[in-house]
C-alpha cells in the first residue's frame, strides 16, 4: 500500500494550466493506496475534459463522495458513474432534496442535483451509501456525515431554501467533508463547508481525539460572509494551528485575500491542475 495520499484538483473555478477548463464547482481526485476517489464532481462540463487532459483515470475510481447536493458539486455525478462503473456513491440522504436560492430580484433559482434522482442513481451506482454519522469509506478516508453548529458566528452561508417559494429555509445538513490522517496530523477536505469551517474542524478534533489539524483543503464558503466573521475564521484557523492551506471555489476574494495575508506561508494555490500529496501516518 502507497505511504501517501495524492489529490489532484479536477475540477475548480479557475484553471492552473495550458488547455484545463475552469468553472464555479468543485471536484477533487483522491488517491490512498490501491483505491481511488472522486471527490464532487463540479457541475459537469469541465469534469471529463480535465481528466482526461490530466491523464486521470476516472473510470478506476472505487468510491464518488458528494460533499452536498448543490448542482456545482453535483452536475458532472452522470459523468462520473457512465465511467466508473463499480464506483460506490455516498452521500447525505438530504443532498436529493430540491434546492433552490433566492436571487436578488426575490425569484428562486433550482440549486439541486440536476438530471438524476435518487433512483436513477441507485440504478446506475454499484451501491448507494447513505451518510448521516461518520464514516470511514476506504483505505484510510473518512467522511464526517452531519456536522454540529455550535459556533455562534457560522451559518449556512446563503439564501438557501427547500421550496420554490422560499418559505422553507434549507440548514444544509447534507454538508459533509472528507478527512483522513497524514504523519503532520489531520488532512481536511472541504466542498463549501456550509456547515461553517471551525464547525467542520472542531467536529473532526472531536473525532480523532484532537489530533492536530494539519491542512485544509477546498472551499471555506466565505464568499458572502462579513467581515466579521472572516476574520472570527482566520482567528480560530490560527489558535487550531493549522499548517497547510489550500481554499479554492466559494471561499470568496476577499476571504481569500485574508487568508493569504494573515498566513502568507501557509497559503497555497488549488486550481484546476494542483496535486497535493501527504505522507501517511
Same mark, same amino acid.
Not at 458528494?66 to 462520473?80: M, V
Not at 455516498?90 to 438524476?116: E, M, N, Q, V
Given at each position: 500500500?502507497? %505511504?501517501?495520499?495524492?489529490?489532484?484538483? !479536477?475540477?475548480?473555478?479557475?484553471?492552473?494550466?495550458?488547455?484545463? !477548463?475552469?468553472?464555479?464547482?468543485?471536484?477533487?481526485?483522491?488517491?490512498?493506496?490501491?483505491?481511488?476517489?472522486?471527490?464532487?464532481?463540479?457541475?459537469?462540463?469541465?469534469?471529463?475534459?480535465?481528466? @482526461?487532459?490530466?491523464?486521470?483515470?476516472?473510470?478506476?475510481?472505487?468510491?464518488?463522495?458528494?460533499?452536498?447536493?448543490?448542482?456545482? %458539486?453535483?452536475?458532472?455525478?452522470?459523468?462520473? !458513474?457512465?465511467?466508473?462503473?463499480?464506483?460506490?456513491? *455516498?452521500?447525505?440522504? &438530504?443532498?436529493?432534496?430540491?434546492?433552490?436560492? @433566492?436571487?436578488?430580484?426575490?425569484?428562486? %433559482?433550482?440549486?439541486?442535483?440536476?438530471?438524476?434522482?435518487?433512483?436513477?442513481?441507485?440504478?446506475?451506482?454499484?451501491?448507494?451509501?447513505?451518510?448521516?454519522?461518520?464514516?470511514?469509506?476506504?483505505?484510510?478516508?473518512?467522511? #464526517?456525515?452531519?456536522?454540529?453548529?455550535?459556533?455562534?458566528?457560522?451559518?449556512?452561508?446563503?439564501?438557501? *431554501?427547500?421550496?420554490?417559494?422560499?418559505?422553507?429555509?434549507?440548514?444544509?445538513?447534507?454538508?459533509? =467533508?472528507?478527512?483522513?490522517?497524514?504523519?503532520? &496530523?489531520?488532512?481536511?477536505?472541504?466542498?463549501?463547508?456550509?456547515?461553517?469551517?471551525?464547525?467542520?474542524?472542531?467536529?473532526?478534533?472531536?473525532? #480523532?481525539?484532537?489530533?492536530?489539524?494539519?491542512?485544509?483543503?477546498?472551499?471555506? %464558503?466565505?464568499?458572502? =460572509?462579513?467581515?466579521?466573521?472572516?476574520?472570527?475564521?482566520?482567528?480560530?484557523? @490560527?489558535?487550531?494551528?493549522?499548517?497547510?492551506? =489550500?481554499?479554492?471555489?466559494?471561499? &470568496?476574494?476577499?476571504?481569500?485575500?485574508?487568508?493569504?495575508?494573515?498566513?502568507?506561508?501557509?497559503?497555497?494555490?488549488?486550481?484546476?491542475?494542483?496535486?497535493?500529496?501527504?505522507?501517511?501516518?
Amino acid at each position: 500500500m502507497s %505511504h501517501s495520499v495524492r489529490i489532484t484538483v !479536477l475540477v475548480e473555478n479557475t484553471a492552473g494550466g495550458r488547455g484545463l !477548463l475552469g468553472e464555479h464547482g468543485l471536484a477533487l481526485w483522491v488517491e490512498a493506496g490501491s483505491k481511488q476517489a472522486i471527490f464532487d464532481t463540479g457541475q459537469g462540463m469541465a469534469l471529463e475534459h480535465n481528466a @482526461r487532459h490530466l491523464e486521470i483515470p476516472l473510470g478506476s475510481a472505487n468510491v464518488i463522495v458528494l460533499s452536498h447536493g448543490h448542482c456545482d %458539486h453535483t452536475g458532472g455525478l452522470t459523468q462520473a !458513474l457512465n465511467a466508473a462503473l463499480q464506483a460506490r456513491v *455516498f452521500a447525505h440522504p &438530504g443532498a436529493f432534496r430540491k434546492k433552490y436560492i @433566492r436571487k436578488d430580484d426575490g425569484t428562486a %433559482h433550482s440549486i439541486g442535483i440536476p438530471s438524476l434522482d435518487e433512483n436513477s442513481i441507485q440504478e446506475q451506482t454499484s451501491e448507494m451509501v447513505w451518510i448521516t454519522q461518520p464514516k470511514e469509506i476506504c483505505e484510510g478516508l473518512f467522511v #464526517t456525515g452531519e456536522i454540529p453548529r455550535t459556533t455562534d458566528f457560522e451559518d449556512t452561508g446563503g439564501p438557501f *431554501f427547500l421550496d420554490e417559494g422560499c418559505q422553507k429555509p434549507d440548514a444544509l445538513m447534507d454538508d459533509q =467533508a472528507m478527512f483522513f490522517e497524514s504523519a503532520a &496530523g489531520t488532512v481536511v477536505i472541504l466542498g463549501c463547508a456550509h456547515a461553517g469551517v471551525i464547525n467542520t474542524l472542531r467536529y473532526i478534533q472531536q473525532l #480523532t481525539d484532537n489530533r492536530p489539524i494539519h491542512a485544509v483543503i477546498g472551499g471555506m %464558503h466565505l464568499i458572502n =460572509a462579513s467581515l466579521e466573521r472572516i476574520d472570527r475564521t482566520i482567528e480560530d484557523i @490560527r489558535k487550531v494551528g493549522v499548517d497547510y492551506l =489550500a481554499p479554492n471555489h466559494c471561499t &470568496g476574494m476577499i476571504a481569500m485575500m485574508k487568508l493569504w495575508t494573515a498566513f502568507p506561508d501557509r497559503c497555497h494555490t488549488c486550481s484546476v491542475g494542483t496535486t497535493m500529496e501527504f505522507e501517511r501516518l
